[in-house]
C-alpha cells in the first residue's frame, strides 16, 4: 500500500510517446495525434504488481499504490458510496479504498483535469474567446453564461471552472488550448497516461455525461496530486468567494459574483478537529451520483486527498467524506 515515483512514470511516459504524435501550432493552440486503447489495463497499480527489487522500490518512492480495497484498522463506514479513498501524500499511504480502481464516471470533477491541463498549457493572463461552441442545452447543466465574443482571462476562466463549476467555461477553455473539445480530449488523455491514471479516458472537459467518458477513483488521486502542485489550483479550490469583471464582444463589462459549491468552506458541512480541508471539488449528474474530492490537512500540516464517488445524494456525500476524513 505504499506509492509509485516519476520513474515509472518515465517508463509509462516512454510507452505513451512511443504512440504519440504532437505538434505545437503558431496560433498557440496545442494539437496532438493521440492512439487511446480502451481495453487495455496497465495502470500504475498493476505495472507495481509486476515490479520486482530495485524497479518496484523507486516506483513506490513517490505515490500511494493499492491493487485492491484497504479497511484494516479503519471505522469508516462507506457503504453508500460506490468508491471512496484516502490517500497520505506525505508518507505516500493508501490509508483508505474501496473499489477505487473501478471505472467510474466522474461528472464535474474532470474539471481538476481541465484545471492541471490550462495550468501547464495555458498562462494566467492569457485572453480567452468564446465560440457559438459555450452554448451549452443540456438540462441541468451548470453554466456561467457565457455568449460568443465574450472574453476573459484563463485566471477568471480557472475561477468560475473550479468554484461555480460552469461548463461553458470549460469549454472556452478547452478551445483555448487544445483548439477544439477533440483536441482537448486528447491532451487530457495524454497527460492522464503521463500521471499513470491509465484507467481513464476523457471525452470532454466538463464532465457531462458521456459512455466513453470515465475515471476511477485512484486515477482522480493522481491527477490531483499533479493538479495541487500549482499554487494557484491550491489558491483557487481555497476561495470561498470570488468577484470580478469580464467583457462581451463589444467591450461592455460583464459581473462576475461566484461562490464555491464546496459546503465544508461554506461552514455547511464541518471536518474533524483536527483536519482542515483546503478546498476541493464537487460533481453530480444522474450518471455519476454525488461526487466529491477534497485535499485537506491535518495539525502538522501533512496533506491528504480523499475521494467519495457515486454517493446517493448531497448529505450522503458530505457523511461520508466526513467519515474518510475522521481517519486522518
Known amino acids: 500500500m505504499r506509492c509509485t515515483n516519476k520513474f515509472i512514470s518515465r517508463l509509462l511516459a516512454a510507452a505513451v510517446v512511443a504512440s504519440m504524435a504532437l505538434s505545437l501550432t503558431a496560433c498557440g493552440a496545442k494539437e496532438f495525434s493521440f492512439a487511446y486503447d480502451r481495453n487495455r489495463n496497465n495502470s500504475s497499480y498493476s505495472t507495481a504488481s509486476r515490479a520486482r527489487g530495485e524497479t518496484l522500490d523507486a516506483f513506490s518512492a513517490e505515490l500511494c499504490v493499492t491493487t485492491g480495497d484497504v479497511t484494516e484498522g479503519t471505522q469508516a463506514d462507506m457503504s453508500q458510496a460506490t468508491a471512496a479513498g484516502l490517500f497520505d501524500i506525505s508518507s505516500h499511504k493508501v490509508i483508505y479504498a474501496k473499489n477505487i480502481h473501478e471505472k467510474l464516471n466522474p461528472a464535474s470533477l474532470t474539471k481538476i483535469m481541465t484545471a492541471l491541463c ?59 488550448i487544445g483548439g477544439s473539445v477533440e483536441g482537448f480530449a486528447e491532451i487530457m488523455n495524454k497527460e492522464a497516461n503521463l ?98 474530492l477534497i485535499y485537506s490537512k491535518n495539525t502538522d500540516g501533512n496533506p491528504y486527498i480523499s475521494i467519495v464517488l457515486q454517493a446517493a445524494d448531497r448529505t450522503v456525500m458530505y457523511q461520508e467524506m466526513t467519515a474518510l476524513l475522521d481517519e486522518i
Open 118 to 176: 490550462a495550468l501547464k498549457y495555458g498562462n494566467l493572463d492569457d485572453v480567452l474567446t468564446a465560440s457559438a461552441n459555450v452554448n451549452i442545452t443540456e438540462s441541468g447543466a451548470v453554466k456561467l453564461g457565457l455568449k460568443e465574443g465574450d472574453t476573459m482571462t484563463m485566471d477568471q476562466a480557472l475561477h468560475a471552472l473550479l468554484l461555480k463549476s460552469a461548463n461553458d467555461v470549460a469549454v472556452m477553455i478547452a478551445e483555448h
Open 195 to 292: 500521471l499513470g491514471a491509465t484507467n481513464s479516458h476523457f471525452v470532454n472537459p466538463h464532465g457531462l455525461t458521456d459512455p466513453n467518458h470515465y475515471t476511477t477513483a485512484y486515477d482522480l488521486y493522481l491527477i490531483c496530486n499533479a493538479a495541487v502542485k500549482y499554487d494557484k489550483f491550491v489558491e483557487t479550490i481555497h476561495t470561498s468567494t470570488y468577484a470580478s469583471i469580464y467583457h462581451d464582444k463589444d467591450g461592455n463589462e460583464k459581473t462576475i459574483d461566484l461562490s464555491t459549491t464546496n459546503a465544508y468552506l461554506k461552514g455547511e458541512a464541518f471536518a474533524p478537529d483536527n483536519v482542515t480541508v483546503i478546498g476541493g471539488k464537487t460533481g453530480t449528474t444522474n450518471a455519476a451520483g454525488s461526487c466529491l
